[in-house]
């Protein structure tokens, strides 16, 4: 039972430094690659390498002269809008009728709701290749915004049961005891409640869609493909600045939407989901 | 009369219903069809031809190449070696967190353990790419300080594969971990404590087993994931990697069969959810136990 570790009870805590001095590491490990990328966004050499020999935009430039990547990114942003709205308002509807509908079975319909966050995703994109191949409608772009609400839903649930656990309801039971209709108490009181918890999980949509890859692997068309589609197929043939200039812009838009988030209902929270 | 009136059943229950029929035909039904496709020769409606068959699950059985068989194992034993190796990186990491008492410091290990989550499969596998190549980030450095003579085979690689993919996929686990950890008493530690016993032995008969739960729901998690990947192993793993989820996509993209790639699709389900039950069986039980202590 006793390993080789922390002796206690010293002046100099040599446990609780090997303990700080493991998470800092570990800290470095889940940071280093991202800060990395930075620097291969802004070193002008045409081959990644390393030491960088200078500042430069060049690949932002490449990347935002060619229609290819613009293109791309474009379709993601108006896929990871769309699965925003309709992950959001179906999603934040499905939670509420968990919660308050008195459903029958809501035991099994909570995990089957939740069922694409476990199941492999690209066995999503599989599935829905294979019956839209088999109903015949090609790969239209509704068809893949439709696979992406469904990987997203689950976010969206999470996010919104959580805050409706923690809900007190007797706010509403006030409400109603005030005179106030139950639909007046719904839009008034239920609503503005669960609005952080819909819209957090409407930001996880947003950034699942706009990373999704497996579920877009089979539903995009050539020259219809969205940016992590476009990214994976030029990162085969060619590794240069233009891919980490075109990841800065994902992760500059990640970053936005996580102060978003801290903005809306504070990060803490996310730790109990 | 309002307590009353919010137990009765509600109209509110019909606000699952575009989540119903979103799930139903999105989901369920593109399961359905992927698992009937694979007992099919070929496309049954464009094809009058196509007839009613195993042959698919035959090929991936009798594996005279010699190739899928293989694939399966790799899938799992890549699987595996990520989930261990994210449970022991992740564990420190969310016992921190957990264990937090700065608000301040608890955001920030919080945004940096949130932060790669939010970057992209894609970008993040890119990253490892330029650290991990032969004129990598690392390689260049173990080379100028005259360390290593030649590039180390960092990628191209089952390592690399591994490597990224547990820098993808820890996240899940700090968060599962740090709810569970969060929630175990602290006094049960402290009384542990002053009971004589040490801090070491204190984490591993009071805060370890407790933590349990968490283990296993993180350790489930990373491996349901990490065997579905499909980016991270074929652009780290080069030739020398070939996962179920890679084979899928080459019987669709390359071989154009998609029957083929629907029962290679329903064998990896299975495995999926062989997982997720007895994760299930073994949650309860663990929870059971606890339940009567």
Known sequence: MRTSAAPNRRPFDLGRAAYLGVNGLLLVFLLAPIAIVLVFALNPTPYISFPPVGVSLRWFDKFFSSPDFTNALALSLWVAACTLVLSVTIGGACALALVRGNLPGRAFLTPFFMSPLMLPAILTGLALFQAYLLAGIGRPVWGLILGHTVVAVPYVLRTTLAVLHNFDRRIEEAAAVLGASPTRVFFEVTLPLIRPGVFAGGVFAFIVSFDQFPVSLFLVVPKGETLPVVLFNYMKFDLDGAIAAASMVSILLALAVVLALERLIGLRAYVKL | MTAVSIRRPSPIAWLIAPAALLF??????????????????????????????????????????????????????????????????GYPLAHWMARMHSRLGHALVLIAVIAPMLTGIVVRTFAWMTLLQDRGVINTLLLQWGLIGSPLP???????????????????????????????????????????????????????????????????????????????????????????????????????????????GVILLLVSLTIVVAYNRILARVSGEQGMA
Do not use: C, K
């Not at chain 2, 390592?159 to 929630?183: D, N, Q």
């Not at chain 2, 020398?240 to 890679?246: E, S």
């Open chain 2, 24 to 89: 139903v035909l999105f989901f369920v039904l593109p399961f359905g069809v992927m698992a009937a496709l694979s007992f099919f020769s070929a496309n049954p409606i464009s094809n009058p031809n196509a007839f009613l068959t195993t042959r698919h699950y035959e090929r991936f059985i009798d594996d005279t190449a010699g190739i899928f068989h293989d694939a399966l194992w790799a899938t799992l034993r890549i699987g595996l070696v990520t989930t261990v190796v994210a449970l022991l990186i």
């Open chain 2, 154 to 264: 960092l990628m191209y690689n089952e390592f690399g594969t591994v490597v990224a993919l547990v820098h993808i996929y820890v996240p899940f686990m700090v968060l599962t971990l740090t709810g569970v950890i969060g929630r175990i008493d602290e006094r049960l530690e402290q009384a542990a404590r002053s009971l004589g016993a040490g801090r070491v032995r204190t984490f591993l008969e009071v805060t370890l087993p407790l933590s349990l739960p968490g283990i296993l729901a993180g350790s489930l998690l990373v491996f349901a994931l990490s065997i579905s990947a499909y980016v991270t192993p074929s652009l780290m793993g080069g030739t020398d990697v070939l996962t179920l989820p890679m084979l899928i996509a080459q019987q669709v993209s390359t071989s154009f069969n998609p029957s083929f790639a629907g029962a290679l």
